[in-house]
């Protein structure tokens, strides 16, 4: 189907010729004339397509009223990876070449309901309903990604959906219950036309509309740019410097939904060959900066298992789908979370420009708030994380006002390796403490060389004191935060003795 977007939209741009959009919905191929690049997915749903089950909430990511899920060939290109996603955040062209699923395309069985759809009703798990098809897109990922999954994954699928009415048990009911509603264990979903395409087919259909150029949108004043290869990015960027570079879109969307910002020119990483490879070479973790960071912080856990409730607590799964490791570094906020355990493991990101290719260390990487060393035309092409050392402790801590989905006031990371009882080498870096975040060096001289106890933790503790001097906000006073890194500090300490569980997860939630 080809659809003029700017007619949807009753727009009277007379913009000059430029790519269609094209995107699976429904077992059948859009193609998007003249869309305006910064139109949200959600926008497009409930006002071009009178798609009105998905809600807006929060227009921020937050809720997950907007929950739809989105697909595409994975890497292999023989299966298709589905992840839930807000669509309130993202933009229209980041959907070119993937399928779009919202809750008006389960109608897989006879009687009009999925599976999910079955187990909702069945479990009670609606209440007012706003929410609710938030919540069946979510439990859909998961039906499909995951067949027996623990009471952790699905209370992991849930992060990003809120319940105003607190139906929780009834919704986790529905997620062990829904696969029982399961016709057959490969059911698919049914076109409106009745037509049923099997992944086989639907991979086929994705190979049709696959884009082997960049794609370029033009409306108005308005310039979107996916290009396919870093080498192709960096003339882009080299050409406007002042263009938006657009990763997974998690802060930009905001700009627009909330702050109501006119971008003129953006650049989206997410096509871009080089940076979207994840490798795992003899020494390094090798992250493209637009993989996606559920893959990322999949890859990272595997080799650093100490990261695993860090990243588990990072945001929520539809973000993690759609965040990227390198967006989070170079938006350098000085409470982004991934970066003080990759600080403590002494990564290196490889910057690039029509200038060539250098290579800077991370915990050299932010000279102040909002200061990076970052030259014009110039953006992270990979990231480089060190395999850990067979000996090295490495763990992160993250101190916010919930456990799901919540913004830190104190993130803290640590390395740790030890010739016996004294301590031959300590990394300490922090978040929400300062205006970036940064290595404790105070509070590493106090530990490198002494023996790994309490006394030198306190007094390693006390020497972050020399370290930071945090703000009050929102989030939490300067002593509180203080305080709370110093803690944790001490925390970790017990966890390497053995004397407190490694993780907080389970309190009150497992059953």
Same mark, same amino acid.
């Given at each position: ?13 007379? @913009? ?5 959009i094209r995107f699976i919905l429904d077992g059948e191929t859009f193609e998007l004339e003249r869309a305006d690049p910064t139109r949200t997915v959600l926008e497009f749903l409930r006002e071009d397509l009178g798609r009105t089950g998905t809600k ?6 937050? +809720?997950? @009223?907007?929950?739809?899920?989105? %697909?595409?060939?994975? =890497? ?14 993202? &933009? ?6 993937? /399928? ?8 897989? *069985?006879?009687?009009?309901? =999925? ?15 706003? +929410?609710?098809?938030? &919540?069946?897109?979510?439990? &859909? ?80 004043e308005r310039r979107f740019l996916a290009p396919i290869d870093a080498a192709e990015l960096a003339h882009a960027l080299a050409r406007q410097p002042e263009a938006t570079i657009l990763a997974g879109g998690t802060d930009i969307g905001l700009w ?16 871009? #060959? ?46 993690? *789908?759609?965040?990227?490791?390198? %967006? ?32 800077? @260390? ?40 919930? &456990? ?20 031959? /080498?300590?990394?300490?870096?922090? %978040? ?10 105070? +509070?590493?001289? @106090? ?6 106890? #309490?006394?030198?933790?306190? !007094? ?14 929102? #989030? ?9 890194? !110093? ?25």
């Amino acid at each position: 189907m080809t659809v003029d977007a700017n007619s949807l939209t009753s727009e009277t741009d007379s @913009a000059p010729t430029s790519d269609a959009i094209r995107f699976i919905l429904d077992g059948e191929t859009f193609e998007l004339e003249r869309a305006d690049p910064t139109r949200t997915v959600l926008e497009f749903l409930r006002e071009d397509l009178g798609r009105t089950g998905t809600k807006e909430g929060c227009a921020e990511g937050d +809720c997950g @009223a907007c929950t739809v899920v989105v %697909g595409e060939v994975d =890497h292999t290109g023989e299966d298709l990876d589905l992840r839930a996603v807000n669509a309130c955040i993202q &933009f229209l062209p980041t959907l070119d070449g993937k /399928e779009l699923f919202t809750v008006e395309s389960l109608t897989a *069985n006879r009687d009009g309901l =999925h599976p999910v759809q079955r187990a909702m009703v069945d479990c009670h798990g609606s209440q007012c309903g706003f +929410c609710t098809p938030g &919540f069946v897109m979510s439990l &859909f990922a998961l039906y499909k990604t995951n067949p027996s999954p623990t009471r952790m994954d699905i209370d992991d699928a849930l992060a990003g959906n809120l319940c105003r009415c607190t139906g929780y048990r009834p919704i986790v009911a529905a997620a062990r219950s829904m696969y029982a509603n399961a016709r057959n264990s490969d059911d698919w979903l049914t076109s409106p036309h009745g037509a049923d395409l099997r992944p086989a087919e639907r991979i086929r259909q994705h190979l049709s509309i696959s884009r082997e150029s960049a794609l370029e949108i033009v409306h108005g004043e308005r310039r979107f740019l996916a290009p396919i290869d870093a080498a192709e990015l960096a003339h882009a960027l080299a050409r406007q410097p002042e263009a938006t570079i657009l990763a997974g879109g998690t802060d930009i969307g905001l700009w627009v939904t909330k702050q109501y910002r006119q971008l003129h020119r953006i650049v989206y990483t997410g096509r871009v #060959r080089e940076l979207r490879q994840l490798d795992i070479s003899p020494t390094h973790i090798e992250i493209g900066a637009a993989v996606p960071l559920a893959d990322a912080a999949r890859v990272m856990v595997e080799r650093y298992p100490g990261l695993e409730e860090l990243f588990r607590r990072f945001a929520s799964p539809p973000i993690r *789908n759609i965040a990227t490791m390198g %967006g989070n570094i170079a938006n350098g906020s000085p409470i982004g979370d991934s970066m003080p355990a990759l600080m403590v493991a002494g990564t290196t990101l490889l910057l690039q420009s029509i200038r060539g290719i250098r290579e800077v @260390a991370l915990d050299r990487f932010y000279a102040g708030y909002q200061q990076k060393d970052l030259q014009p035309g110039e953006f992270i092409r990979t990231i480089r994380i060190p395999l850990p050392d067979a000996d090295a402790i490495l763990r992160s801590h993250k101190l916010s006002k919930r &456990f799901d989905q919540d913004i830190s006031a104190v993130c803290t990371a640590y390395r740790l390796q030890l010739d016996g009882d004294r301590v031959r /080498e300590f990394r300490m870096a922090c %978040g929400g403490l300062a205006g970036t975040v940064k290595r404790a060096a105070h +509070c590493e001289r @106090a530990v490198i060389g002494h023996r790994w106890d #309490r006394t030198t933790v306190d !007094q390693a503790a006390a020497a972050l004191a020399d370290d930071f001097s945090p703000i009050t906000d929102m #989030r939490g006073t300067a002593d509180y935060r203080l305080r709370g890194a !110093q803690n944790l500090l001490v925390r970790f300490f017990l966890e390497t003795r053995g004397e407190v569980a490694q993780t907080v997860y389970g309190y009150g939630r497992r059953g």
